[in-house]
């Protein structure tokens, strides 16, 4: 009889690499057992089926999630994906990540994940709707401004977030803008939330920069993912006068060692055209992309992208994780013996939530900022939590993972014990 291996599933991992990250700042951080087991779990764990009408008249039945992991320092906060590999084990992953992310940043978050498995692309647009309205309702029983607020993550965006809006306030009979973020401006939005991701990594790029001093000015980077996260990463980097040598998408990598014209790919990308058939350079596969030479490599693609496997061909000086958990912890381990330097997804892709939160925070007040406050204020909380993190990295002689993770999980404990175990 042959036994065959099933095949290591990305979910599975993305969950095994949340765990093992959490487990070694607890024992660095020396928390009792109980509270170990607490925070290795999702408090709140949501499974929804549900039909929607298709355009045929057929009904199908789709899956989708909500998880909350953690609300101790406030309501819970985290973005919504589409995609046909969602699975409850990368959801809950997605979520632990966002409760320390929240905490690294200093934000009055708890941290959530939802999402459904569905490839969005397959949908027209009256079934995304349904999807997405049904999908709302679903979930409507645990998220609100004061309970979990979703946003955009992958294969969703501001109109997926404006038809939540409109089915929560539906329901509840007045606008209640505050239930998502990451919405158009003309619905309670904020200016400067679209970029938000990419203008947080530009900004953790220039502090790296210059605690290294390594001139931005002619710097080179290669950017995995070429969405709302790569792309406007590319973009300001671009303008900041780096280089972008290599960009890609799911469909492979484009390369020019003169430097990419991220402009006018964003241009060619509008109507979802692939980069593999894209001019301007040289086509290269996705792990070609990765073992690139270059001061920055920032993945911002899927989780589980740099591992065992492939880690000891990086040749970059530094990685910025604009995706969530693109690193395993093995790798991890291989890049800090080859003195590659990791700035972790919890403090390098924060941008979105941090502007998430100025965006409720409008929301609740009813009045809005200027894209430059936004911007301004995004700059002084990103580069303090860099900062922070940096300094703890080289008081104790720990990577910035480590330093992140201790800082993270040491706030959500404090406050769990300020609050105390009910009853
Ligand atoms: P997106 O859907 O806008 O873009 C994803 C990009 O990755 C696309 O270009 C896609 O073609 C590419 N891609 C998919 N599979 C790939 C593969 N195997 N190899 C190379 N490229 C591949 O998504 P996004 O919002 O940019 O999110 C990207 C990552 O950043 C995710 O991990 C997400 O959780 C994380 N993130 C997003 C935000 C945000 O504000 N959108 C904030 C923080 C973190």
Known sequence: MVITQPQAQPAVDALRTAITQFDNAAERLNLEEGTRAMLRRCKRELSVHFPVRMNDGSIRVFEGYRVQHNLARGPAKGGLRYNSNVSLDEVRALAMWMTWKSAVVNLPYGGAKGGVVVDPKQLSLGELENLTRRYATEISIIIGPDEDIPAPDMGTDGRIMAWIMDTISMHRGHTTAGVVTGKPVAVGGTLGRLEATGRGIQYVVEELSKDNGIG???????????????????????????????????????YNGEGLNIDSLMAYQKDRAPLSQAAGGDHLTNRELLSLRADFLIPAALEGQITAENADEVKARFIVEGANGPTTP???????????????????????????????????????????????????????????????????????????MMLAVGRVVEATKLRGIYP
Not at 237 to 251: F, H, N, P, T, Y
Not at 374 to 387: C, M
Request: glycine share 10%.
């Open 330 to 404: 093995e790798a991890d381990a291989i890049l800090a013996g080859n003195g590659v330097t990791v700035v972790p997804d919890i403090v390098a892709n924060a941008g979105g939530v941090i502007v998430s939160y100025f965006e409720w925070v409008q929301d609740l007040q009813f009045y809005f900022w200027e894209e430059s406050e936004v911007n301004e204020r995004l700059h002084r909380v990103i580069t303090r939590a860099y900062r922070d993190v940096r300094t703890t990295a080289a008081q104790q002689g720990i990577s910035m993972r480590e330093a992140a």
């Open 216 to 254: 931005l000015e002619g710097s080179t980077v290669v950017v995995q993912g070429f969405g709302n996260v790569g792309a406007v990463a590319a973009q300001l980097l671009r303008r900041a006068g780096a280089k972008v040598i290599a960009v890609s998408d799911s469909s492979g990598a484009l």
